[in-house]
């Protein structure tokens, strides 16, 4: 079955650092043009972070551009999204996405 599996999440300090990871299984990374993360914070609507695709560019939201890294492993068929400088706006559950799947998400909570 094919599925997409986040990790990496946690608690960390303003300024801090995290590193996610979205496994996929399957063909999923290689059946659609495009990767992306999404994010949503409590009481909030879910938005996107960040988007790389099937040749390697990315794209990022504003609120993120200069703070965070997408990239992709196509020989582990795996995804990472590269946190620095985290902020309090950054805590939320961080979700993969690929086309219509979507994993279950991991929690990011910054907080001193």
């Known amino acids: 079955q094919e599925q997409l599996v986040e990790s990496g999440g946690g608690l960390v300090h303003p300024g801090g650092s995290l590193r996610l990871s979205c496994a996929a299984s399957?063909?999923?990374?290689?059946?659609?043009?495009?990767l992306n993360w999404y994010r949503q914070a409590p009481g909030k609507q879910r938005e996107l972070v960040a988007v790389?695709?099937?040749?390697?560019?990315?794209n990022y939201a504003d609120f993120v551009k200069g703070r965070f890294t997408i990239s992709r492993d196509n020989a582990k068929n795996t995804m990472y999204l590269q946190m620095n400088s985290l902020k309090s706006e950054d805590t939320a559950v961080y979700y993969c996405n690929v086309h219509h799947f979507w994993g279950r998400g991991t929690q990011v909570t910054v907080s001193s």
């Open positions: 790389i695709t099937i040749s390697g560019s990315t």
């Open positions: 399957g063909n999923i990374f290689s059946n659609y043009a495009s």
